[in-house]
């Protein structure tokens, strides 16, 4: 399994960016999938992510009200709706799923938010 993850760049404070993760190859069968991030620094931590079977998204605390998971079975595709950008928000966001007790990583896309 390879994931692209894409969506990143530059944007001002409070404003949105969709960030998507493509998965290549057979994700049916996954065990959690998500995003975090990585800020200059700072350790990894996690944004967002779903535990296959179970209906509810669990959210970092501080991006809950702002972000949104979604994903899109038929295109192996998941994303992560961003609104009201904070600075705090830059980093390095990573996608990631769980198949079979194996983690998979995107390379990572970059979103600085600044004026």
């Known amino acids: 399994v390879q994931l692209q993850a894409s969506g990143g760049g530059l944007v001002q404070p409070g404003g949105s960016l969709r960030l998507s993760c493509a998965a290549s190859g057979n994700i049916f069968n996954f065990n959690v999938m998500g995003w975090y991030r990585q800020a200059p620094g700072k350790q990894r931590e996690l944004v967002a992510a779903i535990i296959s079977g179970r209906g509810s998204t669990n959210y970092a605390d501080s991006v809950k009200g702002r972000f949104a998971f979604s994903r899109d079975i038929d295109k192996n595709t998941w994303y992560l709706q961003m609104n009201n950008l904070k600075p705090e928000d830059t980093a390095v966001y990573y996608c990631?799923?769980?198949?079979?007790?194996?983690?998979?990583w995107g390379q990572g896309t970059k979103v600085t938010v600044s004026s």
């Open positions: 990631n799923i769980v198949i079979a007790s194996r983690l998979y």
